[in-house]
């Protein structure tokens, strides 16, 4: 009987992904859900403002 040779390969790296989109989220600039959310209010309550100033609301 001849003897197998064993292919040697390299183990799984199941975490490869993951840790480059860590490494990424590092560089980005970071925004909190509370100033996003007051800058949508502000901008939605100053578009309401404009179209009663220029007559087009309400109709």
């Known amino acids: ?3 197998r ?3 040697k390969t ?3 790296m199941s975490s490869a992904g ?3 989109y860590f ?3 590092k560089a980005q ?3 909190s859900p509370k100033s996003v959310l007051a800058f949508g209010f502000t ?3 100053l578009v309401i403002i404009l179209n009663f ?3 087009l609301w309400p109709k």
């Open 43 to 45: 901008i939605g309550v």
């Open 29 to 31: 600039i970071k925004i």
């Open 10 to 12: 390299p183990p799984l």
């Open 23 to 25: 490494e990424e989220e």
């Open 53 to 55: 100033y220029y007559g």
């Open 18 to 20: 993951i840790m480059r």
């Open 1 to 3: 009987m001849a003897k």
């Open 5 to 7: 040779e064993k292919v």
